[in-house]
């Protein structure tokens, strides 16, 4: 089993950063990736992000391309997410997720939950002025 903690969460203006941090603890060595989905009110939870932990290759949904990075520390088995230039519509609560075999589409909005083994609680981004 993987535990995964995020945190890094709150609110901002519009046009403000944040980063994101997932810690995973566990069975560490099944994690072959680490993504980022998010829920919006009342919308489901869709693909935001991801990395390979072997090599460091990243996907990225086109809503946050050139506006998110995705880094990772493997010696500290943490994950980060930086997200700038925010928008409202970017409002939503925000999960880490891991997999033991990443077997991910590059379109990233066709990204399901099943396609993920384990799962954050969730850590919420409020975008508002």
């Known amino acids: 089993q993987v535990q995964l903690t995020e945190s890094g969460g709150g609110s901002v203006q519009p046009g403000g950063s944040l980063r994101l941090s997932c810690a995973a603890t566990?069975?560490?060595?099944?994690?072959?990736?680490m993504a980022w989905f998010r829920q919006g009110p009342g919308k489901e939870r869709e693909g935001v992000a991801a990395?390979?932990?072997?090599?460091?290759?990243?996907l990225y949904a086109d809503s946050v391309k050139g506006r998110f990075t995705l880094s990772q520390d493997n010696s500290k088995n943490m994950a980060y997410l930086e997200m700038s230039s925010l928008k409202h519509e970017d409002t939503a609560m925000y999960y880490c997720?891991?997999?033991?075999?990443?077997?991910?589409?590059?379109?990233?909005?066709?990204?399901?939950?099943?396609?993920?083994?384990?799962w954050g609680q969730g850590t919420q981004v409020t975008v508002s002025s």
């Open positions: 997720a891991a997999d033991s075999q990443c077997i991910l589409s590059l379109q990233v909005y066709t990204w399901q939950v099943s396609d993920f083994d384990y």
């Open positions: 566990g069975m560490i060595d099944n994690r072959k990736c």
């Open positions: 990395i390979y932990t072997n090599g460091g290759g990243t």
